[in-house]
Nanobody
Framework: QVQLVESGGGSVQAGGSLRLSCAAP?????????MNWYRQAPGKEREFISS???????VYTDSVTERFTISQDNAKKTVYLEMRSLKPEDTAMYYC????????????????WGQGTQVTVAS
């Protein structure tokens, strides 16, 4: 079991910025690990926001491209989500996810979630 600890959520005014962090001290040393951010607004399904793989390849959903930046510090086993120009529609619970289902060793495989951190953007 890999524990993920998120932090950095809070309340901001529209146009503001926040930086989320997700520490994964038990992250398996596998090239197939992908770290992801998802969010879920009240009454809506959880949606993918962004991902970064072991070599730093990033993916973003269209609604956050050019506003959000995902990065990672491999030494600290921590992934970050820098959020700028926040909008009220960004209000949601943000979840960190570690996907290691493609790791070669079976004991390294899994799909793990953090507890979530709330982001609230006031208009």
């Amino acid at each position: 079991q890999v524990q993920l600890v998120e932090s950095g959520g809070g309340s901001v005014q529209a146009g503001g910025s926040l930086r989320l962090s997700c520490a994964a001290p038990g992250r398996p040393p596998c090239a197939g690990v992908t770290m992801n951010w998802y969010r879920q607004a009240p009454g809506k399904e959880r949606e993918f926001i962004s991902s970064i793989d072991a070599i730093g390849t990033t993916v973003y959903t269209d609604s956050v491209t050019e506003r959000f930046t995902i990065s990672q510090d491999n030494a600290k086993k921590t992934v970050y989500l820098e959020m700028r120009s926040l909008k009220p529609e960004d209000t949601a619970m943000y979840y960190c996810n570690l996907n290691s289902l493609t790791c070669a060793r079976s004991y390294q495989r899994g799909n793990f979630w953090g507890q979530g951190t709330q982001v609230t953007v006031a208009s």
